[in-house]
């Protein structure tokens, strides 16, 4: 008997079509509960979050050995239908040959798209030196050609997030060198105002370029389309959001209070969820 689940060639056929044209959101789940609920709103793809993932882990932010993150993507693309993108941090390396091998192994795990960040995580020095940057996404572009399969590489410039003095200026001109260096996709978290949106979708023409909703905005989905942005996600905001809900009630809890249940989702439905048809993969 054939399986009727897309195969990882047809959900990366898809994720590239995804691309082409429109505006599409990509939401961001933590775990595989999160993913297979995302999905059954109909959302078309899925991107991991590294906060998320390491939270639910126990750790923060950056903070998960590499054979977890690769166990992570692996079970959210065995648990779902549609096309997953992997946050990939920097590459979880320091050089590009190590680099290159790393992607080859997130290749591996069946993702449809790998994120690969200029940010250190050093406060000293936040931000991969420009040269430094472009060859590390000319490594990752190689790793992918040279894996044969169509796996969509993004770049991300993380100016707006690292406190850059200029980090509208610096993340066009990183950008237009990542796309350059062979990203398909362009990616500044953290940046808000709708001008400085519009100018980094001109900078890096025809090249699709996603915007990180990670705030209360009052910027639509219809708008960000309307500016030309081809796929706009959220981060870890929506772990966040869980986090914010079970932090308050449990410090409710200390305090003796129970009414930090007041918004929880009903256990019956929660359940009738995971036993639907549609719930689980078979």
Same mark, same amino acid.
């Given at each position: 008997?054939?399986?009727?689940?897309?195969? *990882?060639?047809? =959900?990366?056929?898809?994720?590239?079509?995804?691309?082409?044209?429109?505006? $599409?959101?990509?939401?961001?789940?933590?775990?595989?509960?999160?993913?297979? %609920?995302?999905?059954? !709103?109909? #959302?078309? /793809?899925?991107?991991?979050?590294?906060?998320?993932?390491?939270?639910?882990?126990?750790?923060?932010?950056?903070?998960?050995? !590499? +054979?977890?993150?690769?166990?992570?993507?692996?079970?959210?693309?065995?648990?779902?239908?549609?096309?997953?993108?992997?946050?990939?941090?920097?590459?979880?390396?320091?050089?590009?040959?190590?680099? /290159?091998?790393?992607?080859?192994?997130?290749?591996?795990?069946?993702?449809?798209?790998?994120?690969?960040?200029?940010?250190?995580?050093?406060?000293?020095?936040?931000?991969?030196?420009? &040269?430094?940057? *472009?060859?590390?996404?000319?490594?990752?572009?190689?790793?992918?050609? @040279?894996?044969?399969?169509? *796996?969509?590489?993004?770049?991300?410039?993380?100016? $707006?997030?690292?406190?850059?003095?200029?980090?509208? &200026?610096?993340?066009?001109?990183?950008?237009?060198? %990542?796309?350059?260096?062979?990203?398909?996709?362009? %990616?500044?978290?953290?940046?808000?105002?709708?001008?400085?949106?519009?100018?980094?979708? =001109?900078?890096?023409?025809?090249?699709? *370029?996603?915007?990180? +909703? /990670?705030?209360?905005?009052?910027?639509?989905?219809?708008?960000?389309?309307?500016? &030309?942005?081809?796929? +706009?996600?959220?981060?870890?905001?929506?772990?966040?959001?869980?986090?914010?809900? $079970?932090?308050?009630?449990?410090?409710?809890?200390?305090?003796?209070?129970? &009414?930090? #249940?007041?918004?929880?989702?009903?256990?019956?439905?929660?359940? @009738?969820? $995971?036993?639907?048809?549609?719930?689980?993969?078979?």
């Amino acid at each position: 008997m054939t399986s009727t689940h897309p195969t *990882v060639t047809e =959900r990366r056929a898809r994720f590239r079509q995804l691309h082409e044209s429109g505006c $599409f959101l990509i939401p961001n789940p933590w775990d595989v509960g999160s993913a297979r %609920y995302l999905q059954s !709103l109909g #959302f078309h /793809a899925l991107a991991s979050t590294s906060s998320g993932s390491a939270f639910a882990h126990g750790r923060p932010d950056g903070g998960m050995p !590499l +054979v977890d993150v690769l166990e992570h993507l692996r079970t959210l693309v065995a648990a779902c239908d549609v096309p997953i993108n992997a946050d990939f941090e920097d590459g979880h390396s320091a050089t590009d040959d190590e680099l /290159a091998r790393n992607v080859a192994s997130c290749i591996a795990t069946g993702v449809a798209g790998l994120s690969i960040e200029d940010s250190t995580g050093d406060a000293a020095r936040p931000l991969y030196p420009f &040269d430094e940057a *472009v060859s590390r996404m000319r490594a990752a572009r190689a790793a992918i050609d @040279a894996s044969r399969q169509d *796996v969509l590489l993004v770049g991300r410039a993380e100016c $707006f997030l690292t406190g850059h003095e200029k980090p509208l &200026d610096e993340a066009i001109r990183r950008l237009v060198a %990542y796309a350059a260096a062979g990203a398909d996709c362009l %990616y500044a978290p953290g940046v808000r105002s709708p001008s400085d949106i519009e100018a980094i979708v =001109r900078a890096v023409a025809p090249k699709p *370029v996603n915007v990180l +909703v /990670a705030w209360p905005s009052e910027l639509t989905l219809q708008q960000l389309g309307e500016m &030309d942005v081809r796929r +706009v996600s959220v981060g870890g905001r929506l772990a966040g959001a869980a986090w914010g809900g $079970f932090m308050a009630a449990a410090k409710a809890l200390r305090e003796g209070r129970f &009414d930090g #249940f007041a918004r929880n989702a009903p256990t019956r439905e929660i359940d @009738a969820f $995971f036993r639907g048809d549609g719930a689980n993969r078979s």
